[in-house]
């Protein structure tokens, strides 16, 4: 099939690429979040994806449905750091005059590319940081955004290019706030994820930079069941392993996402208390609060985005069937 439609969503455009296998359908001019999955398969959806009727809760807090962007993700200490001499405030916003989730809400990415062929269709957005004043305010150095939503049978990449437009060096970080559905069964799904440690935070749920060894959680390893889990943990790789979060349920239907493990090096999983609708798959580029840790930029994943640079942080994620049901 593999072809996109155009569609709206509260009056916003959307596009739906769709490869006989799955629907995947975008929001450019809302964050250029992908607001839903659909499996035409097995008639589900993969992620949580937003009703019309909350639009009001979407706008206010957009990372909390699809696969959303954090440019950063996580927390930074009061909002504040400082890199190459230069001063950074970031907004406080929570209740502990933290800043969460970064600079990256509901901007208006525009679509600069459609393809559709044998090998899938795809779409292509972009964002120029220079065209928001209040991201400017934060991070005053120019960035060009670029994803590329590519779909070929069931598997979807995203990959996204950013560049340094500006004349100093840029502290960057990103990462996706993912919501896996779990269709109110956890006990039916289990995780496997290759995770070393969990990185120790404060009493603000800010990383202090040190870690905490697993214990029970160890069964990620090799696969732990998401009934009773409750969380809400960072977690830092095992080196020399793969950065893929492998998420099954019991029979054998298998959700694997994936990134380059020299720049997603740390992992956070969120269950929205204890787990039963949702499960947040989140992959990061850098240890939030990053720039105040007292670590180097190969531990914290901060990549250093020099004047005219530019950086390619590809994402994939698959769906695997049972044969029985291919």
């Excluded at 405030?89 to 459609?114: E, Y």
Aim: hydrophobic content about 30%.
């Amino acid at each position: 099939m593999n072809q996109v439609t155009k569609g709206q969503w509260n009056d916003y455009d959307t596009y739906t690429l769709n490869s006989g296998s799955l629907e995947v359908t975008i929001l450019p001019r809302l964050g250029n979040n992908v607001i839903g999955i659909n499996d035409l398969h097995e008639e589900r959806q993969i992620i949580r994806r937003p009703d019309e009727s909350e639009l009001a809760f979407y706008l206010q807090k957009p990372y909390h449905f699809g696969m959303p962007l954090l440019i950063p993700p996580g927390r930074i200490s009061k909002g504040r750091f400082q890199y190459a001499g230069q001063d950074y405030q970031f907004d406080q916003n929570t209740v502990n005059d933290n800043h969460i989730h970064g600079l990256h809400r509901t901007q208006a990415w525009c679509v600069s590319d459609i393809e559709e062929d044998e090998e899938g269709c795809s779409v292509t957005t972009e964002l120029h940081t220079s065209d928001d004043p209040h991201w400017l305010q934060q991070l005053p150095e120019p960035l060009k955004l670029q994803m590329v939503f590519h779909l070929q049978g069931t598997t979807l990449q995203q990959r996204l290019r950013v560049s340094n437009l500006g004349t100093s060096p840029v502290p960057f970080g990103m990462g996706y706030h993912t919501w896996f559905l779990l269709d109110g069964s956890p006990q039916n799904w289990q995780l496997r994820l290759p995770v070393d440690h969990i990185c120790e935070l404060d009493e603000e749920q800010v990383p202090t930079g040190g870690t905490v060894p697993l214990h029970e959680l160890a069964e990620l390893q090799h696969g732990m069941s998401l009934a009773g889990s409750n969380l809400d943990t960072i977690f830092k790789l095992q080196e020399n392993q793969p950065a893929e979060a492998v998420l099954t349920r019991n029979d054998g239907y298998t959700l694997h996402y994936s990134g380059d493990s020299s720049l997603f090096k740390h992992w956070v999983l969120y269950t929205k208390g204890e787990a039963q609708d949702f499960l947040c798959i989140e992959p990061y580029t850098w240890l939030p609060n990053a720039p105040n840790l007292p670590l180097s930029k190969e531990e914290t994943g901060l990549i250093e985005l020099l004047p005219g640079s530019s950086v390619e942080l590809v994402t994939t994620l698959q769906i695997r069937r049972p044969e029985s049901s291919s």
